[in-house]
């Protein structure tokens, strides 16, 4: 791995973008860049190298994001457990139309788009707890959830 970052890193160096779309590698750059369609194919035919090393410097870059939306997560489930009861009648019938009702749509898709970013921005896999599982008291359960 250590020759292909040397040249990932020399191509960043010389202005030349390398990043990944998809499942794709993509590599922008000026066409006076000594040597620019060379290390373009070098760098193309060892992809899932390349790949590899971006998505660790993602990893390395933004530990600290990680952590800190995998704390709203945790906190977010906190607080649904704690308004959940607030939800339901003495008959056990969900109460709806409140303004109660609306804050917990909306902060239920602002947790899932949270967890999207941390799965597909940051590459996080597997649970937010440690454990491997969300505690059972909680939801929603994050994707990398075991139970």
């Given at each position: 791995?250590?020759?292909?970052?040397?040249?990932?890193?020399?191509?960043?160096?010389?202005?030349?973008?390398?990043?990944?779309?998809?499942?794709k590698?993509?590599?922008?750059?000026r066409?006076?860049?000594?040597?620019?369609?060379?290390?373009?194919?070098?760098?193309?035919?060892n992809k899932?190298?390349?790949?590899?090393?971006?998505?660790?410097?993602?990893?390395?870059?933004?530990?600290?994001?990680s952590?800190?939306?995998?704390?709203?997560?945790?906190?977010g489930?906190?607080?649904?457990?704690?308004?959940?009861?607030?939800?339901?009648?003495?008959?056990?019938?969900?109460?709806?139309?409140?303004?109660?009702e609306?804050?917990?749509v909306?902060y239920?898709?602002h947790?899932?788009?949270?967890?999207?970013?941390?799965?597909d921005?940051?590459?996080?896999k597997?649970?937010?707890?440690?454990?491997?599982?969300?505690?059972?008291?909680?939801?929603?359960?994050?994707k990398?959830?075991?139970?």
């Open positions: 791995m250590g020759r292909i970052k040397e040249v990932l890193q020399q191509a960043e160096d010389q202005g030349m973008l390398v990043f990944i779309e998809g499942e590698l993509k590599i922008r750059g066409v006076d860049i000594p040597d620019a369609e060379n290390i373009a194919q070098l760098l193309i035919d899932e190298e390349v790949i590899e090393i971006k998505n660790q410097i993602i990893r390395e870059n933004y530990e600290d994001e952590k800190e939306l995998i704390q709203q997560l945790k906190k489930q906190k607080w649904f457990d704690a308004v959940d009861n607030k939800l339901w009648d003495k008959k056990g019938d969900a109460i709806t139309g409140t303004e109660l609306e804050k917990m909306d239920l898709a947790w899932i788009q949270k967890e999207n970013t941390l799965r921005l940051y590459k996080y597997g649970c937010i707890y440690d454990e491997g599982k969300c505690p059972t008291e909680l939801y929603p359960k994050c990398g959830d075991k139970q």
